[in-house]
């Protein structure tokens, strides 16, 4: 595909049974454009089975799993030419480097034989292994070998990620490192879809969010309109200031900012604001803020409000 | 829907030919094995096999191999390489594909845009080309051996026999049988261990004690054995070639006879016996590959 392509991947009534057990189940699913989305789900969901189906290494009970509309056990090998994934946590051969692994994986995917090298040092550049490039990986911590996968879906420049759990096994600067990976990532107009059990990561970095239990699609939504939808119609936003902000500020007139219903001060530093509205609403109140000089570094939908989102409607379903 | 050209990437990028990919497989699975440990312990063993036998037949000169060329190649090779072959076809393809499975590595190269077929047949000639060097330095000791008693023993014989020639042809398409064999064991199952089990008893005692039950004592040829047509290997070494058919009557006391029958297979026959073992176990291989799911 091109550039100006949109990417797309698609579930139709995707279904995988082992035996008499229904990992998932008829799942309708499309997502389409340069995004992130944020595939949630408690374990056993069907998360990782629905992301095997994507790449080919389970087949589907029934339905179809298609990237770009091209399914992807029948035609596997256009179906995944721009797709990179990272699913579970992979091994590597033991006795290669990370540019050798790197440039098998460089030659499967066809990048240009005169890019390989540069490529392979920019993406280990990003993950921050240059040191071990030409160490053996079997020496390799678990951590350490999730960076080279992940040096290894970004070589090839693909249209899509699919990642499973990407952060899964990494220290926290390394789980930092992924997301700020990510978000450079939807910045290059890539569609991302990953898989994760941490929510705060979700917030932080996805614009939507899909949500699955028992095989069964539960929500496909943005985060805004899925934490408004599921949370009685009030969202939350979480905003850091660079300097303490004077207490009377925040009741006497951020909680009286247009589709403000609360905002309470968690510490000197940082803000917790229930709005109601979608996403315009949510843009209007942080243009409100940055007129209002506060040193604000960053504003995001609150984890928690996601959380609570979450545990409800898992519960609902169980 | 966006039309896409099966071999187009994004950024330049163009998905090269099935073939290519398994040159790819190939060349990154033989850089993997040829670092191993297994390869040095393989080498080992193999150095291990020719240093006895070199021991043994220059210390205790045993007739049977010092009588002429035909005979040394007969003693030496005739008996040993099938041995060391089986050994290389477990060590190199007893796990090549139930790894994948067992220790994930098959999570870093099938999500990619690749036929499982490109990646096992990639790796198929990556464990035949590992097996072909220790089979080599095995080719090569023995040679060595022969051309020294060929200078030194009187009557030998100089040169290699061109039965020598027939036997290493024959003995490398056993390789690669045993390689399909090992092979389609190793897709059977998803544990390293129990695919190289069922190889090893397979292969060192399974075929040997069918063999004997079914010829020896039963009768009734063993045709469908690997093992059986792998004869074939030693058999060309012999002056005259084996018959067919040897039936012998032992006597073991008032009047009793017990008769054991040995068959030994033609060339064509045992070609054709590790043939079809070839190319049935390394297809079929192949199917349970590509029906097989990374759950």
Same mark, same amino acid.
């Given at each position: ?132 490039? +030409?160490?053996?990986? =079997?020496?390799? $911590?678990?951590?350490? /070998?999730?960076? %080279?996968? !992940?040096? &290894? ?126 996403? +315009?609403?949510?843009? =209007?109140?942080? $243009?409100?803020?940055? /007129?209002?000089? %506060?040193? !604000?570094? &960053? ?20 | ?295």
């Amino acid at each position: 595909m091109s550039l100006g392509d949109v990417p797309s991947i698609e579930a139709v009534k995707l279904t995988k049974q082992f035996g008499s057990f229904v990992a998932v189940s008829e799942l309708n699913l499309k997502i389409e454009g340069a995004k992130c989305v944020g595939f949630l789900g408690p374990n056993g969901a069907g998360k990782t089975t629905t992301l095997k189906m994507l790449t080919d290494l389970i087949r589907p009970s029934s339905g179809e799993a298609l990237i770009n509309g091209i399914n992807v056990h029948t035609n596997k090998k256009a179906a995944l030419a721009s797709v990179a994934a990272i699913i579970e946590t992979p091994e590597i051969y033991p006795s290669l480097t990370p540019r050798e692994a790197l440039t098998m994986i460089a030659e499967y995917r066809g990048v240009p034989a005169s890019e390989i090298k540069k490529r392979i040092e920019e993406a280990v550049t990003e993950v921050h292994m240059n040191e071990w490039i +030409d160490k053996r990986v =079997g020496k390799f $911590s678990k951590g350490m /070998k999730q960076r %080279i996968c !992940i040096a &290894s879906a970004i070589l090839s420049d693909p249209c899509i990620l699919l990642l499973d759990e990407p952060t899964n096994g990494l220290d926290p600067r390394g789980m930092s490192e992924v997301r700020e990976i990510v978000k450079s990532l939807k910045g290059k107009k890539r569609l991302v879809f990953m898989s994760s059990h941490l929510l705060s990561e979700v917030s932080e970095v996805c614009d939507e969010v899909a949500m699955i239990d028992h095989g069964k699609l539960i929500v496909y939504d943005t985060i805004s309109n899925v934490t408004s939808k599921f949370s009685g119609g009030a969202n939350m936003v979480e905003v850091e200031l660079l300097r303490p902000i004077n207490p009377q500020l925040v009741t006497q007139k951020i909680a009286k900012l247009s589709n403000v219903t609360s905002a309470e001060q968690t510490n000197d530093t940082n803000l917790r604001i229930r709005f109601s509205g979608g996403l +315009d609403a949510q843009e =209007g109140i942080l $243009s409100d803020l940055v /007129k209002m000089n %506060i040193g !604000i570094i &960053s504003y995001r939908v609150a984890a928690s409000e996601l959380e609570d989102v979450y545990l409800n409607l898992i519960k609902e379903t169980v | 829907m966006i039309s896409m050209n099966e071999t187009e990437s994004i950024g330049g990028n163009k998905v090269p030919s099935s073939m290519a990919q398994v040159g790819i497989s190939m060349k990154y699975t033989f850089l993997e094995y040829i670092r191993s440990r297994r390869f040095l312990i393989m080498l080992i063993i193999t150095l291990i096999i020719a240093a006895l036998l070199t021991i043994i037949v220059a210390w205790r000169r045993p007739a049977g191999f010092l009588v002429s060329n035909l005979g040394f190649y007969s003693s030496w090779w005739g008996l040993s390489v099938t041995f060391v072959i089986i050994l290389a076809g477990i060590f190199f393809g007893g796990d090549a594909i139930s790894g994948e499975f067992q220790n994930k590595t098959g999570y870093f190269g099938i999500p990619n845009p690749v036929r499982r077929s490109s990646i096992y047949i990639g790796k198929w000639l990556a464990a035949f080309l590992a097996a072909t060097a220790i089979f080599v330095l095995y080719m090569v000791i023995t040679i060595a051996n022969g051309v020294y008693y060929s200078a030194t023993i009187a009557g030998f014989g100089t040169g290699l026999p061109y039965q020598f020639g027939y036997s290493l042809l024959f003995a490398w398409i056993y390789l690669a049988a045993v390689m399909g064999l090992a092979f389609f064991f190793s897709s059977m199952f998803k544990s390293s261990s129990i695919s190289i089990l069922v190889t090893v008893i397979l292969l060192l005692f399974g075929f040997t004690l069918i063999q004997e039950l079914v010829s020896d004592l039963v009768g009734i040829e063993p045709w469908f054995i690997l093992t059986y047509g792998a004869g074939i290997i030693g058999n060309i070494l012999q002056s005259p070639y084996p018959p067919a058919k040897t039936v012998t009557t032992t006597p073991f006391g008032h009047g009793r006879t017990f008769t054991t029958t040995t068959f030994a297979a033609s060339v064509p026959q045992g070609l054709a016996i590790i043939g079809i073992y070839f190319i049935v176990t390394t297809i079929l291989g192949l199917l349970l590959f590509e029906r097989k799911e990374f759950t």
